[in-house]
């Protein structure tokens, strides 16, 4: 049935209950399935554990029967050769979630009779199984420069935004797809991912997009590689005259005024004759005149100490002479009263009259003793000044010879200083020239590589060529142009069926708009599906979206699962609670029926409807499409007597079970 087209159908439902039984929803594909109930239920919990378990981030089962009594949540599900069980762990008590999943893939297994498996995956395991089974392959959507969003590569929880119509989106006026309503993330999702389902984006774009930045480095490194090789040639013959102005500048060649500038071959043999000739650098190094100023410095000390020398020897003879002008002035004026002469120094005698004395007393004595000191100290100065000229005059010899040393030394720093000047001048000079004729040399090593431009040239028109295609396949105006195109196929359809269904613009053009995520009607004006009245337009306009998409994606063999879950489309006619003699509009009701039985059976089985409704329509289609009817017969999705056991079994005793 179905060959080798994409499929993805529900075929089981499994609750695996606390009590250890097993309870099977079974579905047909290819079909409608319906299941009529009263409140409470069950009904909307079926969508609710099909997300569930297709690996929902949380756990919307509501709080109470299903999620008090039920351990596992399992689904059969068809592919096209293959059936995967997929089941998941009913969160703990409190919790929202959990990762315990569990999986089993063949082409012809069933649901497990009993929950006796492990967790043997987590809930991106299974994502990334349902991916890979129905199809989906490697992709990426990169937003366009003026939106802050993250590249987003489209999964299976992608593709569902177009298989639920839960019963608060199924004839809601502000959002279209499933989940829209959860915030601008999602419809960012949506509206990034549908282009890939809808075969807008090239379904080799990873590829391609690796493709690409191989492209784009190999043109980079080939583009280097064009400006260097048109670095080394220059313009012509410019580079060459640059080259010879370098050399002449630092003596590697002289009067380039006589080279023709013209004349390539002549610059290029000009250039080729020049060699690399550098200057002897002067000896001289820091050692030497580090050893010289060191001698400078012992000569200048001894300099130095010759001078404090002196200087003490001169004061000294300063000091003598001036003592002896002292002495003199004392002995000439005891020679001017004939003392010198007259006094007797004899023992016994008078210094004065040479009389006898006996004994002779102490004042003679010291007048003697005075006396001849005074004569003993004069002679004695004129003996020592003598040799204190000849010491000065020594010392000053030496001084004179020192400082001469010492200029002599001198000389020699300053010479080496600009030695080493020199030396510092001619290394730069040298290291000028060095780097000159470096660039001559690698000038002429590649000059003739300027040929191989033209083949350079060619390789990166090339490339440049290539990536200009893919970057038009990749472009986000071709795949605007594509989805275009699809939703202009989309929107022949939902225009016929709201004729079909005597929608309240009927013949005016119906269109999913991407720019709002919305349907519109182009009736005078853009009307946008909030601004539409009525819940019988909403309806309507959320049946037609959703068929005309599912209507593309099969027959254009998209990676979308083929179901569709509608909960409640009745409700604008028959809201919950009423019966058929209060509200019902039996002929509205049957129409929209009609209208799901007619588009499942344009699509030959390849689409599969799951409907739940409080309504339950009299009428033999209505009732060969039911699989479970739980509308006034005490059935529900959970069997009763699971929770009515529950209630008399004690709650450790349900512990002990779970």
Same mark, same amino acid.
Request: aromatic content about 6%; charged content about 30%; some cysteine.
């Given at each position: 049935m179905f060959g080798g087209e994409t499929v993805m159908q529900i075929l089981e439902l499994v609750l695996y209950g606390k009590n250890g039984q097993k309870r099977t929803l079974s579905f047909n594909p290819g079909k409608v399935n319906i299941i009529p109930g009263e409140s409470k239920a069950g009904k909307s919990a079926v969508g609710d554990i099909i997300e569930y378990c #297709?690996?929902?981030?949380?756990? !919307?089962?509501?709080?109470?029967?299903?999620?008090?009594?039920?351990?596992?949540?399992?689904?059969?599900?068809?592919?096209?050769?293959?059936? *995967?069980?997929v089941a998941r762990k009913n969160p703990d008590p409190g919790r929202q979630s959990t990762s315990f999943c569990y999986y089993e893939l063949g082409t012809d297994i069933s649901s497990p009779e009993k929950a006796d498996f492990s967790s043997n995956t987590n809930v991106e395991g299974i994502e990334k199984l349902l991916t890979k089974q129905i199809g989906?392959?490697?992709?990426?959507?990169?937003?366009?420069?003026?939106?802050?969003?993250?590249?987003?590569? @489209?999964? *299976?929880?992608?593709?569902?935004?177009?298989?639920?119509?839960?019963?608060?989106?199924?004839?809601?006026? !502000?959002?279209?797809?499933?989940?829209?309503?959860?915030?601008?993330? *999602?419809? !960012? @999702?949506?509206r990034d991912t549908l282009p890939y389902f809808l075969g807008a984006v090239n379904e080799e774009a990873v590829l391609l997009a690796t493709e690409k930045r191989t492209k784009d480095r190999e043109l980079r490194i080939l583009t280097r590689q064009l400006a260097e090789l048109e670095a080394i040639s220059g313009t012509g013959s410019e580079k060459a005259i640059a080259l010879l102005v370098e050399a002449e500048a630092v003596g590697l060649i002289r009067d380039i005024d006589d080279i023709d500038k013209t004349d390539f071959t002549a610059l290029y043999e000009a250039l080729k004759q020049i060699r690399l000739v550098t200057q002897s650098v002067p000896t001289g190094s820091m050692d030497h005149l580090s050893t010289l100023q060191t001698q400078l410095k012992e000569k200048e000390d001894e300099l130095s100490d010759l001078q404090d020398s002196i200087s003490e020897a001169r004061s000294y003879l300063a000091d003598a002479s001036g003592f002896r002008g002292e002495l003199a002035h004392q002995k000439v004026r005891l020679e001017s009263i004939g003392l010198f002469e007259k006094l007797d120094f004899n023992p016994g005698k008078c210094p004065l009259c040479s009389g006898d004395f006996d004994p002779e007393p102490p004042g003679v004595t010291k007048l003697k003793e005075s006396i001849r000191s005074l004569d003993q100290s004069i002679s004695r100065v004129e003996k020592e000044r003598p040799q204190l000229r000849r010491y000065i005059d020594q010392q000053e010899?030496? +001084?004179?010879?020192?400082?001469? $040393?010492?200029?002599?030394?001198? @000389?020699?720093?300053?010479?080496?200083?600009?030695?080493? $000047?020199?030396?510092?001048?001619?290394?730069?000079?040298?290291?000028?020239? @060095? %780097?000159?004729?470096?660039?001559?040399?690698?000038?002429?090593?590649?000059?003739?590589?300027?040929?191989?431009?033209?083949?350079? %040239?060619?390789?990166?028109?090339?490339?440049?060529?290539?990536?200009?295609?893919i970057d038009a396949i990749l472009s986000n105006d071709s795949v605007k142009d594509r989805v275009s195109s699809a939703l202009s196929v989309i929107q022949n359809d939902? +225009? +016929?069926?709201?004729? $079909?269904?005597? #929608?309240?613009?009927?013949?005016?053009?119906?269109?999913?708009?991407?720019?709002?995520?919305?349907?519109?009607?182009?009736h005078g004006r853009p009307i946008p599906l909030k601004e539409m009245g009525?819940?019988?337009?909403?309806?309507?306009?959320?049946? *037609?979206? #959703?068929?005309?998409?599912?209507?593309?994606f099969i027959n254009n063999n998209r990676p979308v699962p083929n179901f569709l879950f509608l909960d409640q489309p009745?409700?604008?006619?028959?809201? $919950?609670?009423s019966t058929a003699d209060e509200d019902m509009d039996v002929q509205a009701v049957t129409k929209i029926f009609a209208f799901i039985r007619n588009r499942v059976a344009e699509l030959n089985g390849k689409m599969q409807v799951i409907v739940v409704d409080h309504a339950r329509l009299d009428n033999d289609d209505f009732r060969e499409e039911t699989i479970e009817d739980w509308k006034n017969t005490g059935k529900k999705l959970v069997p009763v007597d699971w929770y009515e056991e529950t209630r008399i079994v004690p709650e450790e005793k349900l512990d002990d079970e779970e």
């Amino acid at each position: 049935m179905f060959g080798g087209e994409t499929v993805m159908q529900i075929l089981e439902l499994v609750l695996y209950g606390k009590n250890g039984q097993k309870r099977t929803l079974s579905f047909n594909p290819g079909k409608v399935n319906i299941i009529p109930g009263e409140s409470k239920a069950g009904k909307s919990a079926v969508g609710d554990i099909i997300e569930y378990c #297709m690996g929902g981030s949380s756990c !919307n089962i509501a709080v109470g029967v299903v999620r008090d009594n039920v351990v596992w949540y399992g689904l059969l599900i068809q592919f096209n050769t293959n059936r *995967i069980f997929v089941a998941r762990k009913n969160p703990d008590p409190g919790r929202q979630s959990t990762s315990f999943c569990y999986y089993e893939l063949g082409t012809d297994i069933s649901s497990p009779e009993k929950a006796d498996f492990s967790s043997n995956t987590n809930v991106e395991g299974i994502e990334k199984l349902l991916t890979k089974q129905i199809g989906i392959s490697e992709n990426i959507h990169i937003p366009e420069d003026d939106e802050s969003r993250d590249p987003l590569e @489209a999964n *299976i929880r992608h593709s569902l935004f177009c298989c639920f119509q839960s019963q608060d989106e199924v004839t809601a006026r !502000n959002h279209l797809f499933h989940r829209q309503s959860e915030g601008l993330p *999602i419809t !960012n @999702a949506i509206r990034d991912t549908l282009p890939y389902f809808l075969g807008a984006v090239n379904e080799e774009a990873v590829l391609l997009a690796t493709e690409k930045r191989t492209k784009d480095r190999e043109l980079r490194i080939l583009t280097r590689q064009l400006a260097e090789l048109e670095a080394i040639s220059g313009t012509g013959s410019e580079k060459a005259i640059a080259l010879l102005v370098e050399a002449e500048a630092v003596g590697l060649i002289r009067d380039i005024d006589d080279i023709d500038k013209t004349d390539f071959t002549a610059l290029y043999e000009a250039l080729k004759q020049i060699r690399l000739v550098t200057q002897s650098v002067p000896t001289g190094s820091m050692d030497h005149l580090s050893t010289l100023q060191t001698q400078l410095k012992e000569k200048e000390d001894e300099l130095s100490d010759l001078q404090d020398s002196i200087s003490e020897a001169r004061s000294y003879l300063a000091d003598a002479s001036g003592f002896r002008g002292e002495l003199a002035h004392q002995k000439v004026r005891l020679e001017s009263i004939g003392l010198f002469e007259k006094l007797d120094f004899n023992p016994g005698k008078c210094p004065l009259c040479s009389g006898d004395f006996d004994p002779e007393p102490p004042g003679v004595t010291k007048l003697k003793e005075s006396i001849r000191s005074l004569d003993q100290s004069i002679s004695r100065v004129e003996k020592e000044r003598p040799q204190l000229r000849r010491y000065i005059d020594q010392q000053e010899v030496k +001084t004179s010879g020192i400082k001469d $040393e010492i200029a002599v030394i001198r @000389a020699e720093i300053e010479g080496t200083y600009i030695q080493m $000047e020199d030396a510092e001048r001619i290394r730069d000079l040298n290291d000028r020239r @060095a %780097k000159v004729f470096g660039r001559i040399s690698y000038w002429l090593e590649n000059v003739q590589l300027a040929d191989d431009t033209t083949d350079v %040239k060619k390789k990166i028109k090339i490339l440049k060529d290539r990536i200009a295609e893919i970057d038009a396949i990749l472009s986000n105006d071709s795949v605007k142009d594509r989805v275009s195109s699809a939703l202009s196929v989309i929107q022949n359809d939902m +225009t +016929t069926w709201a004729s $079909e269904l005597e #929608m309240e613009y009927a013949g005016s053009p119906y269109r999913l708009d991407m720019g709002r995520v919305t349907v519109v009607v182009d009736h005078g004006r853009p009307i946008p599906l909030k601004e539409m009245g009525s819940g019988s337009n909403w309806l309507g306009s959320h049946l *037609i979206t #959703m068929f005309g998409l599912h209507k593309y994606f099969i027959n254009n063999n998209r990676p979308v699962p083929n179901f569709l879950f509608l909960d409640q489309p009745s409700q604008v006619y028959f809201p $919950e609670g009423s019966t058929a003699d209060e509200d019902m509009d039996v002929q509205a009701v049957t129409k929209i029926f009609a209208f799901i039985r007619n588009r499942v059976a344009e699509l030959n089985g390849k689409m599969q409807v799951i409907v739940v409704d409080h309504a339950r329509l009299d009428n033999d289609d209505f009732r060969e499409e039911t699989i479970e009817d739980w509308k006034n017969t005490g059935k529900k999705l959970v069997p009763v007597d699971w929770y009515e056991e529950t209630r008399i079994v004690p709650e450790e005793k349900l512990d002990d079970e779970e």
